[in-house]
């Protein structure tokens, strides 16, 4: 069983008690008159993740699930809110600029409560959570491929491995460095992201 159930306590004593919030230079609300919804990439009891368009530009639309702050982990360092979690991950990111390097998606946007009735059908998964649901809109990769046996170079992996301790270095841990989280993308240079 998670930490969910068994012993979660709340933010007193942990390593966010002091945290004011996100960066509110990346919080956005969406307008909704402007996304059109191209395709649902992933769906997961935590969250969807579809590919839109925004404002014309293609996109990434990850939104989580909100039924309540499960808390924190009794080794008062994780934070067991997925959306929080990584909104702040990308927010760090972002400020230090990993975004902009190329090492991981750019991130452009998150919002922190939205009315699921305004992307119907889209978001109907959402409209019996208890609290309305939070995204993060960031860049839509076009065709990555997942690094395996066929897509592996030395090059490619020894670029992963700096790219994990540049996240690092920005106090972000990435626990979940395994090779079929590692993307390789063909645009104007190759990423690995």
């Not at 579809?50 to 990434?60: M, Q």
């Not at 902009?100 to 998150?110: L, T």
């Not at 922190?112 to 208890?130: G, S």
């Not at 592996?152 to 670029?159: A, G, N, R, S, V």
Request: net charge negative; with cysteine.
């Amino acid at each position: 069983m998670s930490d969910t159930f068994f012993g979660s306590i709340g933010k007193e004593g942990t390593i966010y008690c002091d945290e004011a919030g996100f960066d509110d230079n990346f919080k956005l609300n969406i307008n909704f008159v402007k996304i059109e919804f191209e395709e649902t990439l992933n769906i997961s009891e935590v969250s969807s993740i579809f590919h839109v368009n925004y404002c014309g530009k293609p996109r990434v639309l990850k939104v989580f699930h909100n039924n309540g702050d499960p808390g924190y982990a009794r080794d008062r360092i994780r934070d067991l809110d997925c959306s929080c979690c990584e909104i702040r991950a990308y927010c760090r990111l972002k400020w230090f600029k990993i975004c902009d390097s190329g090492a991981v998606p750019n991130f452009y946007d998150f919002m922190l409560a939205i009315n699921p009735a305004n992307c119907a059908p889209y978001l109907d998964a959402f409209q019996h959570d208890t609290d309305f649901p939070c995204a993060i809109l960031i860049e839509y990769l076009l065709n990555p491929l997942i690094m395996n046996c066929i897509t592996y170079t030395t090059e490619c992996m020894q670029k992963a491995v700096i790219d994990i301790q540049q996240i690092h270095l920005t106090l972000v841990e990435h626990n979940d460095s395994y090779s079929k989280n590692i993307l390789i993308v063909s645009d104007d240079q190759e990423r690995v992201i």
